[in-house]
């Protein structure tokens, strides 16, 4: 089949269009990619992140459309993309809630082995953070399972002054539900990941 000059015409913008298009579609995809099956490498992130910071930032967004950021500690994650944080203190992020209970959830890798790790290496094994994106339930009463968790969790400081005074009061409970999320990327040292 030979292509002659109007056919140029026509199918070098029709070309161009697909190209485009193609190309928005994987940026897209870049900034927000559905959880699918890629929960278990996600949580892994996410322990690490617990692990060497101790809290998530959970962002939210008011009801004019300002940005807030709280940091959470006392976050659980279970194995179908969902989890549960203790709600105690914040006052802004629950009241952001009656207009808009969306949130974004991050949680970066900080452990200082990691990175030098990454650095020897010119390349990171696993994502040095992830953003996962999602809606919270109304707060309800903590099940006696999910107090057990946290107790666990916060043990090893149970003779210390400001347990107490800190998490006596961690009785309540929001749950999440996560349906997307975005890795924080790096040009080279991210490449491969997911
Ligand atoms: C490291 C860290 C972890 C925290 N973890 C929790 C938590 O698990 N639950 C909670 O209710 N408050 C927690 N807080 C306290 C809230 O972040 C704090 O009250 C904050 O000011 C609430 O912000 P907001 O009212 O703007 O949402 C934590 C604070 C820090 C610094």
């Keep these: 089949?030979?292509?002659?000059?109007?056919?140029?015409?026509?199918?070098?913008?029709?070309?161009?269009?697909?190209?485009?298009?193609?190309?928005?579609?994987?940026?897209?995809m870049?900034?927000?990619?559905?959880i699918g099956n890629n929960w278990g490498k996600i949580i892994e992130i996410l322990h690490k992140g617990k692990k060497s910071n101790r809290f998530f930032s959970i962002a939210t967004?008011?009801?004019?459309?300002?940005?807030?950021v709280t940091p959470i500690g006392h976050v659980f994650?279970?194995?179908?993309?969902?989890?549960?944080?203790?709600d105690a203190f914040s006052k802004a992020m629950?009241?952001?809630?009656?207009?808009?209970?969306?949130?974004?959830?991050?949680?970066?890798?900080?452990?200082?082995?990691?990175?030098?790790?990454s650095l020897f290496l010119g390349s990171f094994q696993t994502s040095p953070a992830v953003r996962v994106f999602g809606e919270v339930s109304e707060p309800r009463e903590a099940t006696e399972e999910e107090i057990?968790?946290?107790?666990?969790?916060?043990?090893?400081?149970s003779r210390l002054k400001g347990h107490e005074l800190l998490w006596s009061d961690l009785t309540r409970v929001r749950d999440m539900k996560f349906t997307s999320f975005s890795p924080a990327t790096y040009p080279e040292m991210c490449e491969g990941l997911w």
């Design 30 to 34: 870049e900034i927000m990619i559905e």
């Design 148 to 157: 057990s968790r946290l107790k666990e969790s916060i043990k090893i400081t």
């Design 1 to 28: 089949m030979q292509i002659t000059r109007p056919d140029l015409i026509v199918l070098t913008p029709l070309f161009v269009l697909f190209v485009l298009k193609f190309s928005f579609k994987y940026r897209e």
């Design 94 to 117: 629950p009241k952001n809630f009656e207009t808009n209970k969306r949130i974004c959830l991050m949680a970066v890798n900080s452990s200082t082995l990691y990175w030098l790790k």
């Design 77 to 86: 994650f279970r194995d179908d993309s969902t989890g549960y944080y203790f």
């Design 61 to 68: 967004v008011d009801d004019q459309g300002n940005p807030h």
